[in-house]
């Protein structure tokens, strides 16, 4: 414990650094922007922020994206409570009592409920994080080719199984990611795959264009066919708003609901591919089931507003255990993370405490410092943030595309990069057409690379052995468990029918 305190605090003294701490409030004001701007999301924010890490240290790169995150899962409730427009998903639970609060008289309050679920559920998952990362680290050292191969498969049937709607087009969009990552030179032998003698493809296609063309400008696409609106909210242009805290007592009646938000918010961020988005909707779930006052839900009441936002905030921290510690994403926004550390060249795993122990203890001590600004940004800075909602949709769209061509263009300064992120914003628009889901996608162009060299390491370790990955107990246990995952969804649609 003594050595963990001295690597936090030098950790403390990265980010209390001039340039880390500006970039952190930077992040912090965009997450908040996204999470408010209709036509963006917590994901697509932080994917048009990364091409401008690549000047970027490792560390400040980071601690960027993380306070984007950790903001974006609370700017939305502002105008879900304000004016019943959730700004993501993750802000859909709020609408159902943080808005009965406000038509009955009490925005303030409801405002007060909402930023104290973040501040509390924040705080709880960074402690967390920090407590669990180094057990858990390690414990994957132990691991070989065989267990990262079943804990990479383990995360992308997660993904499927928890993605919702149809798992055929998940499983379809899942395989049309690992394609896309078997395109270029293979690692393994040295030979070209799918290329078809264009030159460009021989180095492969770069997940980052993947994300930024499908989620960017795909949803661009989406909103030009849908038509823009001028403004969403006429009304954001005035009014008295403003943030009025809830007393102690008040905070020791619904003591339980924070608890147990905070835990279902930690353990949801932990499973891969789950998010936030889960995490708000399960606790609520859990509240209407188990909770003191599950009867008045929807009518107004504090437990409302408190389960979602704390569940939500505090999944941050849950999805970075499994990506700092084993390089699995737990979330959409923790993928686009995992990029940075790749195009930096180090690979988040148990080695990342040994070779970057001071970008890893910097991240947890931003966490710490990007829920407090967090929540005092959006306390003093309310009216501005709801003012945003002014911008018209057809002007942010413009800006959306400018920046996304800025970012293929940065990533190898090839005009061919303009091409290949249009090909899949188009690709990104006929997924959100024809309800594929689009993380699936994106994963498995991420991760499809880290399986594909497990599984030939594995192979080639074992003598095309595969049983390996059954009688070896850590391998065979998660393999397991990716069975499951996968079966989930296909048993719960026929027991429904």
Known sequence: MPDLLVHLGGGFAAVLQPTNLAVLAIGLVLGLLVAVLPGLTLVMGVVLALPFTYHMGLTPAVILLTAMYVSGTYGGAFTSILFRIPGEPIDVPLLWDGYAMARGGAPAKALGWTLFGALGGGLVAAVVLVLLSQPVARLALTFSAPEFFAIILFGLTSVVSLGGGSVSNALISLFIGLLIATVGTDETYGTERFVFGV???????????????????????????????????EAARGGSIRTELPRLRELMAI??????????GILVGIVPGAGATIASFVSYGAEAQYGRRRRQLGSGIPEGILAPQTAATASVGGALIPLLTMGIPGSGATAIILAAFLLKGVQPGP??????????????AALFVAVLGMCLLGYFAIKLLVKVLAFPEAVVSAFVVMFCFIGALAARNNLADLYVITAFGILGYLFERFRFPIAPLVLGAILGPLAENAFMTTMISHDNDWTVLFTRPVAGVVMVLSIIAFAYPVLRRWRAR
Request: hydrophobic share 45%.
């Open 199 to 233: 030159r460009m493809l021989s180095d492969g296609i770069e997940y980052l264009l993947v994300m930024v063309g499908a989620y960017g400008l795909g949803e661009v696409f989406t909103r030009l066919e849908q038509g823009f609106g001028t403004s969403p909210l």
């Open 255 to 264: 003591k339980a609901t924070f608890a147990r938000s905070s835990l279902i």
């Open 351 to 364: 080695q990342v405490f040994v070779t970057s122990g001071d970008t890893v203890y910097a991240i947890f």
